[in-house]
């Protein structure tokens, strides 16, 4: 199994890449286009500012080769959000990869504490082999201010305040609000699936 792990240049890539090694998968950390094209599973991770991470995404020339992509890719939590056509942060509108319709905007946690941090319960909206072995109730680990809102490409939601898209999916291209390299058992099983996705 080749996994590549794109570096965007603003996320903790070594606890993704140590999650897979607790899996047996050696994963490989690059901006190298060709890499990232040839590999069997790709994964873009993402933490932070969306204006910044697609300002060093653009620098590396990744866009059009992360839409080009044919086979699985994971995005995590910024990275999640990248993967849909607009964000927005502050006063900031952000042009994403685009290949998920929708936009991402600030999380309405109502009387909750912003940001949304810990962990919290996952429910099915659609199911998806990237879930097998998933149930509701069960608990994530999630760290964020931004949100997708429920759509047609949502496979799983969660409720803070608002209820928003936990896990995603279109076509090939999936993501997981929540960090599963953080999500014990239960991110582990959804890593192990992605894994396991056909190609």
């Not at 950390?29 to 599973?41: D, G, K, L, V």
């Not at 305040?161 to 993501?175: C, E, L, M, P, V």
Request: charged letters at 20%.
């Amino acid at each position: 199994m080749s996994l590549i792990i794109i570096d965007t240049g603003c996320a903790n890539l070594s606890s993704v890449a140590f999650a897979f090694g607790r899996l047996g998968v050696e994963s490989e950390i690059t901006a190298e286009a060709s890499r990232i094209q040839q590999a069997e599973r790709v994964v873009l991770p993402g933490v932070g500012s969306a204006p910044y991470a697609m300002q060093k995404i653009r620098d590396r020339q990744l866009v059009p080769v992360v839409r080009s992509l044919k086979q699985p890719l994971l995005g995590i939590c910024l990275g999640m959000q990248l993967l849909f056509e607009t964000l927005e942060e502050g006063d900031q509108r952000v042009e994403g990869f685009g290949v998920v319709k929708g936009h991402v905007g600030a999380l309405d946690t109502h009387s909750n504490p912003s940001p949304h941090m810990g962990w919290n319960t996952l429910s099915t909206v659609k199911k998806d082999s990237l879930l097998n072995g998933i149930q509701d109730g069960e608990y994530a680990y999630f760290v964020h201010s931004f949100a997708a809102p429920i759509g047609d490409h949502t496979l799983m939601k969660c409720d803070y305040g608002t209820s928003f898209s936990a896990i995603i999916r279109q076509d090939n291209f999936r993501g997981c609000q929540f960090h599963p390299e953080r999500s014990s058992a239960t991110g582990s099983r959804i890593l192990k699936n992605f894994l396991d996705l056909p190609a």
